[in-house]
């Protein structure tokens, strides 16, 4: 059975959520990442904070999601209007993330299918060519959502290194 998704948007009330979880979603990283570019754990436990995290509950054209899967915390998602193609986009995916113990439950696909239905209009979502199981996911999630125009693209290498899925909702 689907689960039942619900989507809070964050305030500055609530950011600090985010941040937490915001240092799963880094070391979930770790495993696809080089080992050059692995952050160090620093000796607060931590990697450090997210840079600016707070641009999206304090700007326009930003917003952060808490993701609820029945009734329990399951993940994020951050929204702003960035494009790594250089093209008009009025969505782009930032980072998007659901904890382990909500994954392969189609939490992620009710979850991604939710914002959509919020937020109609030209979206973006690059996937990091060290991400394999978001190269997945992207095509797969995207394809089952009532989307058109689907392009997939790649980056430049310089600005962005992987697939980009650029479509209208």
Same mark, same amino acid.
């Given at each position: 059975?689907?689960?039942?998704?619900?989507?809070?948007?964050?305030?500055?009330?609530?950011?600090?959520?985010?941040?937490?979880?915001?240092?799963?979603?880094?070391?979930?990283?770790?495993?696809?990442?080089?080992?050059?570019?692995?952050?160090?754990?620093?000796?607060?436990?931590?990697?450090?904070?997210?840079?600016?995290?707070?641009?999206?509950?304090?700007?326009?054209?930003?917003?952060?999601?808490?993701?609820?899967?029945?009734?329990?915390?399951?993940?994020? %998602?951050?929204? /702003?209007?960035?494009?790594?193609?250089?093209?008009?986009? &009025?969505?782009?995916?930032?980072?998007?993330? #659901?904890? *382990?113990?909500?994954?392969?439950?189609?939490?992620?696909?009710?979850?991604?299918?939710?914002?959509?239905?919020?937020?109609?209009?030209?979206?973006?979502?690059?996937?990091?060519?060290?991400?394999?199981?978001?190269?997945?996911?992207?095509?797969?999630?995207? %394809?089952?959502? /009532?989307?058109?125009?689907?392009?997939?693209?790649?980056? &430049?290498?310089?600005?962005?290194?992987?697939? #980009?899925? *650029?479509?209208?909702?």
């Amino acid at each position: 059975m689907a689960p039942s998704i619900q989507l809070t948007r964050v305030t500055a009330e609530h950011g600090g959520i985010v941040a937490r979880l915001m240092q799963f979603y880094i070391y979930d990283f770790t495993e696809l990442l080089p080992p050059a570019k692995i952050p160090d754990l620093e000796e607060t436990g931590d990697f450090g904070p997210y840079p600016d995290l707070s641009v999206y509950w304090s700007t326009v054209n930003h917003t952060a999601w808490l993701i609820h899967a029945d009734g329990k915390l399951a993940g994020f %998602a951050l929204l /702003n209007d960035h494009s790594h193609l250089g093209r008009p986009v &009025d969505f782009n995916m930032a980072e998007f993330f #659901i904890a *382990r113990p909500s994954r392969r439950r189609g939490v992620a696909r009710a979850a991604f299918h939710r914002l959509l239905n919020m937020h109609p209009g030209t979206w973006e979502v690059a996937i990091g060519a060290c991400n394999k199981p978001a190269q997945g996911f992207w095509p797969s999630a995207i %394809a089952a959502a /009532n989307v058109s125009d689907l392009e997939t693209l790649e980056g &430049d290498r310089v600005a962005w290194t992987g697939p #980009i899925l *650029r479509f209208r909702v």
